[in-house]
């Protein structure tokens, strides 16, 4: 890093980054951050309109970006997608994978689709596109992967369905692929999010107190943002990071290390 023009602290400037879930949320935060650092940005999602809104924040910041419509639960779709981008942009050195769903229900009557509409979207797609666009970065011998899970991935969140398992599989499949793929150059590590506002979880917050009573069990005093969640994502892809791999960051305001104050202690409250 010495050297380095310090208008360009991490060092994304020209980078190829594919986002998926880049049609809103923490997905459209993170590519507009990318593209903000100088760093060539492709984000994919289903959602055309997300999309399009997406296209014109990108739009504000150069040329050099491109959104493509893309299922990521499709061999077919992200594999398509990951020739246009590479012929648009060059070969993909960091993927950021955030597309997810939230199908709520209490698993003694949650139905066998509603659980594997869910594992598709926030696991398998996950692997799906790690393994696509990883393909380009072995070629280069280098890349980083950033994937989205939740405080939910390792506390078990009741009636979520398959939400909180399929984000307990999004961090050991990270570990796998850092394992595996090290020794290619080609770093993964995990951002778990916890009470931060995105579309998912928008209704919950739309409820009169909700927004005051989550903010009273975070220790800052306040929900997070999608952009909260970016800024760490856009260290973990940079060189800054060049040493961390397999690792785990919660950005939750300190919410998971809250559990001893639930505990009753007469005298110390």
Known sequence: MTGQDSSDWLGLSGRVCVVTGGG?????????????????????????????????????????????????????SVTAASEKIEKSLGPCNVLVNTAAILRPGAL???SLAEWNSVLAVNLTGYFLC????????????????????SIAGSNAQGHS???????????????QLANEWGPHGIRSNVVSPGMVITP?????????????RR????????VGM????????????????????????LV?????????????RPGFE
């Open 226 to 249: 999608p952009q909260d969640m970016a800024d760490v994502i856009l260290f973990l892809a940079s060189d800054r990071s060049s040493y961390v791999n397999g690792d785990e960051i």
């Open 161 to 175: 369905g398959a939400y909180s398992v399929s984000k307990a599989g999004v961090i050991m499949l990270s570990r």
């Open 200 to 212: 998912m979880s928008q209704a919950f917050y739309d409820t009169p107190g909700v927004t005051e």
């Open 130 to 149: 790690a393994q696509i666009f990883g393909r380009q970065m072995r070629t280069l011998g280098r890349g980083s992967l950033v994937h989205v899970s």
């Open 108 to 110: 003694d009557s949650l």
């Open 252 to 264: 939750d305001g300190g919410y998971a290390n809250m559990l001893m104050n639930l505990v009753p």
């Open 215 to 222: 903010s009273a069990v975070v220790p800052l005093r306040r």
């Open 24 to 76: 809103g949320g923490i997905g459209r935060a993170t590519a507009v951050s990318f593209a903000s650092a100088g760093a060539r940005v492709a984000a994919i999602d289903l959602d055309e309109r997300g999309l399009e809104v997406t296209q014109a924040e990108l739009r504000k910041l150069g040329d050099a970006h491109l959104v493509v419509r893309c299922d990521t639960t499709s061999v077919e």
